[in-house]
């Protein structure tokens, strides 16, 4: 069953998966490597804590910043064949995290 907390995973899978290939398997010829994982990496870190407490707003702009990881990877994938593997893992991460953010809606009400 899809649940609301498949978002912290998810989201913890991309923070890793960041410099694995920004880092290791395809590392940029252009920019130095702590410019592309700070570039890539820090939006992701901002909600985090919300993101773990399964905040609705934090859970909201971690989404909106993994729809640029999201395209990102999906025009990889398209274009670029040395990375697609590790672009698709993204856009399944991803997804999945959008999955578990559908489920916000149906998530139970505090009290109080």
Do not use: D
């Not at 991460?93 to 009400?109: E, H, N, S």
């Amino acid at each position: 069953m899809i649940r609301t907390s498949w978002c912290r995973w998810t989201l913890l899978g991309v923070l890793i998966l960041q410099p694995i290939w920004f880092g290791l398997l395809h590392p940029s010829a252009h920019f130095p490597m702590p410019l592309v994982l700070g570039v890539t990496m820090l939006p992701l870190l901002a909600p985090m804590i919300g993101v773990w407490r399964l905040s609705t707003r934090a859970l909201v702009i971690a989404g909106i910043v993994l729809m640029f990881h999201f395209s990102y990877a999906v025009m990889e994938a398209y274009a670029n064949p040395e990375v697609r593997m590790v672009a698709l893992v993204q856009v399944a991460l991803v997804t999945a995290y959008f999955m578990g953010l559908a489920m916000v809606r149906w998530q139970p009400k505090p009290a109080g």
